[in-house]
Nanobody
Framework: QVQLVESGGGLVQAGGSLRLSCAAS????????MYWYRQAPGNQRELVAAIISGGSTNYADSVKGRFTISRDNAKNTVYLQMNSLKPEDTAVYYC?????????WGQGTQVTVSS
């Protein structure tokens, strides 16, 4: 059974940093592309970052140079290091994986950046 559990969100001042974690179970992350999405109130869910099975990474233009996605295969966990946070980064952040044409989501973790 696929399960994703996010953690690490919180309240931080602009310019600060947070590291989000996504603990996966029921499958091996190294063989899959893993995604981080976010959704702010009134907005659609948007893709923030991805790490493919080979290790390459992709980022939304809005977070390039500030966010870093990584994974620890031994812990079966994906991370999102967020630096130089801005108020516009405020959102619920979700971990995602697509397996056999099905989308799996975690419960999300709230990130709030104060100005």
């Amino acid at each position: 059974q696929v399960q994703l559990v996010e953690s690490g969100g919180g309240l931080v001042q602009a310019g600060g940093s947070l590291r989000l974690s996504c603990a996966a179970s029921g499958f091996i992350i190294s063989g899959n592309t893993m995604y981080w999405y976010r959704q702010a109130p009134g907005n659609q869910r948007e893709l923030v970052a991805a790490i493919i099975s080979g290790g390459s990474t992709n980022y939304a233009d809005s977070v390039k140079g500030r966010f870093t996605i990584s994974r620890d295969n031994a812990k079966n966990t994906v991370y999102l290091q967020m630096n130089s946070l801005k108020p516009e980064d405020t959102a619920v952040y979700y971990c995602n994986v697509r397996r056999f044409l099905k989308n799996y989501w975690g419960q999300g973790t709230q990130v709030t950046v104060s100005s």
